[in-house]
């Protein structure tokens, strides 16, 4: 890779993990974070929920406003909003300015994710896609399945104030790179969709809001209810707008008649759905039933969620040569396996060393579906169509991710509960069963993906630079 190829690829990497971890970094700190603040349970919850409202909600206008405004401009954006939210979440002075300084996060993170891949994928030289792919998706992913230790190690070493304040200094380092280093460039499609974006945004933030409180307040809470079911109407509504009135969709419908775009984002829904649970549901797990402090459940965490770290990149390398689609069948059948061998295991009282072989298994799924999953979205689109699609893949992921919890907490509130380690197993193991389910079930939609000859024709047509693209200079 060129030099210019290697700073995109460091610039973008750290952006995806800053927002990935702060998708969970705060779960360990929720009891530091009320003797120090004060708050009920349902002001704690929204500290998680916030970012992931925000997050989820406005994922798909990022990529919009990249399209249009330009993408490293608006990458520089989104980023220094996310390092002033954190700073502003770190000097909180009461738990509604937290909730607050979290929603900030949030909006910055979801400008920032979905360029992330696009840039990285206009940087570097088709040849070398897969290879840089891999190293950001085990970042990514790392990011994600780490944020419970990091959050309690710093907690329980410093204060929960750090799981904050260390995304300053990264934040402050990354936007001369970006400003510098990084290409410019724009969609193809000169104007935002203003209807378009209003109704999807208005849609995800129902449907997520329903999701993060369906478990606190309940499913037939009028909150709740109202909230599904207005934001389901209103991503119908999305729909006919696009195939109907829209003059320049943010969201062509015709990329879903694309069987390797529908696949591969169905994949990923049923993925994070399966994967995000599990991961919520095991860390506790650790500390509930195993009796281990939250830095300590990190750590029993690491065989699966150091394993994309290791893997990732190597998945990268053969996604070039063979092709995506095996490896994400095959890293999903994995991550089905692992988790229904976690719920026998768990069922048995067996101890972490006879853990430690499905929790590996788990991490090896995770990772062979992380690398070519993105790759295959770049490919299954038009260059100038990248940002978007990177855009309504990450929308995909965090709406799933978001069910996962709130699926898999209802299987287990239904089946055990939090009251002894008995009850506490009583729950998981049907809770991990359906995710194994969820997660086999993505691994049937990624072979509907078309085989490597069917997807030569979109690689090839990324390998030409976008035609909207613009000199690198600094704006």
């Not at 095991?282 to 990190?298: L, R, T």
């Not at 026998?344 to 690398?371: E, K, N, R, T």
């Amino acid at each position: 890779m060129n030099r210019q190829a290697v700073w995109t690829l460091v610039a973008v990497s750290m952006a995806s993990f800053m927002a990935g971890l702060d998708n969970l970094v705060v779960t360990t700190a929720l009891p530091a974070i009320r003797t120090d603040l004060g708050g009920g349970l349902a002001d704690l919850e929204w500290t998680v929920s916030a970012y992931t409202l925000t997050f989820a909600v406005l994922l798909m206008l990022g990529a919009a406003l990249g399209d249009r405004f330009g993408r490293r401009r608006m990458f520089v954006t989104g980023l220094t909003v996310f390092t002033l939210g954190s700073a502003a979440a770190a000097l909180a002075p009461n738990i509604g300015a937290l909730i607050a300084a979290r929603a900030v996060q949030g909006a910055g993170a979801a400008v920032t994710m979905p360029l992330t891949l696009t840039l990285l994928a206009a940087a570097v030289p088709a040849a070398k896609r897969g290879a840089a792919i891999g190293i950001w998706s085990a970042v990514s992913g790392l990011a994600v399945a780490t944020g419970p230790l990091v959050g309690g190690s710093l907690t329980e070493h410093f204060s929960w104030q750090w799981i904050f304040w260390v995304n300053v200094p990264v934040g402050l380092a990354l936007l001369p790179i970006a400003r510098t280093k990084l290409a410019e460039s724009r969609g193809e499609n000169p104007r935002l969709d203003v209807p378009g974006t209003v109704l999807v945004s208005a849609g995800l933030f129902g449907i997520v809001l329903g999701l993060v409180r369906g478990n606190p307040d309940g499913w037939t809470h009028p909150l709740v209810l109202t909230a599904l079911i207005a934001g389901g109407l209103l991503l119908l509504a999305f729909v006919g707008y696009e195939l109907r009135w829209a003059r320049h969709p943010m969201l062509p419908m015709r990329l879903f008649r694309n069987r390797a775009f529908s696949a591969v984002n169905s994949a990923s829904l049923l993925m994070y759905l399966g994967m995000f649970g599990s991961i919520f549901l095991i860390s506790q797990y650790f500390q509930g039933v195993g009796g281990y402090s939250p830095e300590e459940a990190g750590l029993r965490m690491l065989p699966w969620t150091g394993m994309p770290l290791l893997v990732a990149p190597l998945a990268g390398l053969l996604t070039d040569r063979i092709g995506g689609r095996p490896l994400v069948v095959a890293g999903l059948a994995l991550q089905a396996l692992g988790l229904v061998g976690f719920a026998v295991l768990a069922d048995h009282s067996a101890g972490y060393g006879q853990q430690v072989p499905v929790l590996v298994v788990c991490g090896i799924g995770m990772a062979l579906y992380f690398a070519p999953t993105a790759n295959l979205v770049m490919a299954s689109v038009r260059p100038a169509e990248q940002g978007i699609a990177s855009g309504a893949n990450s929308a995909m992921r965090e709406v799933g991710g978001a069910l996962g919890v709130a699926v898999l907490s209802a299987v287990f509130s239904a089946q055990g509960g939090y009251g002894s380690a008995a009850a506490f197993t009583d729950g998981i193991v049907p809770a991990l069963t359906v995710g194994a389910c969820v997660v086999a079930a993505g691994a049937v939609a990624a072979a509907l993906v078309p085989r490597r000859h069917g997807m030569r024709t979109a690689v090839s047509v990324t390998d030409h630079p976008a035609p909207t693209a613009v000199p690198a200079s600094r704006p």
